[in-house]
């Protein structure tokens, strides 16, 4: 199994800052045959589903404020908020999507200073 | 996109079997998607169950396996959970959700979760 390994467990942002989440893989989710990163960062509210912000390490989901944004490639991935607002308070979860079983990180807890 | 609805019951003794259904709309359950299933205890983060494709094809967590089973039915347009001898560390919500087939992969469709209490 690929393991996700996300930190901080949570953090705590003036509004306006920014927040920075990091998601490292026990082995590397870079598809060599499309050079693409198996890789998605999820947000969940509470009694809420998770809801994709980030695919393929760097590609914003349709709808997401450009405020989010992903980096990174093979084991080492960076999800970040610039300007923080009230609604992206929710935990943050990076998952693997490159092989089964799929895994997910251990999530985020973002909150506002 | 897809819309899916989990629906069973909200609460299973221990030992017994739990068993959820998905009902898939907005989209044939025979597409090109792999069918999920996705639990999250109280308070803690997300755990992957296994998967099942239309032809029957499945991938499970393998540390689950030996007490899931997952299942389509393509007259209902729906997939099913099955899980045995349940305990109480098997209270959770649990999601239906759908990914794409490779080289897409992406989980982008999620059901809005159905909690299952364990207890007598």
């Known amino acids: 199994d690929i393991v996700m390994t996300q930190s901080p467990d949570s953090l705590a942002v003036s509004l306006g800052e920014r927040a920075t989440i990091t998601c490292k893989s026990s082995q590397s989710v870079l598809y060599s045959s499309n050079n693409e990163n198996y890789l998605a960062w999820y947000q969940q509210k509470p009694g809420q589903p998770p809801k994709v912000v980030i695919y393929w390490a760097s590609t914003r989901k349709s709808g997401v404020p450009d405020r989010f944004s992903g980096s990174g490639s093979g084991t080492d991935f960076t999800l970040t908020i610039n300007n923080l607002q009230a609604e992206d308070v929710a935990i943050y979860y990076c998952?693997?999507?490159?092989?089964?079983?799929?895994?997910f990180g251990g999530g985020t807890k973002v909150e506002i200073k | 996109q897809v819309q899916l609805q989990e629906s069973g019951p909200g609460l299973v003794k221990p030992s017994e079997t739990l068993s959820l259904t998905c009902a898939v709309s907005g989209g044939s359950i025979s597409s090109s998607s792999w069918w999920s299933w996705v639990r999250q205890p109280p308070r803690k983060g997300l755990e992957w169950i296994g998967e099942m494709y239309h032809s029957g094809s499945t991938n499970y967590n393998p540390s689950l396996k030996s007490r899931v089973t997952l299942s389509v039915d393509k007259s209902k347009n729906q997939f099913s959970l099955k899980m045995t001898s349940v305990t109480a560390a098997d209270t959770a919500v649990y999601y239906c959700?759908?990914?794409?087939?490779?080289?897409?992969?992406?989980?982008?469709?999620w059901g809005q979760g159905t909690l299952v209490t364990v207890s007598t």
């Open positions: 998952q693997q999507y490159y092989s089964p079983p799929l895994t």
């Open positions: 959700a759908r990914s794409g087939a490779w080289p897409d992969r992406l989980v982008d469709s």
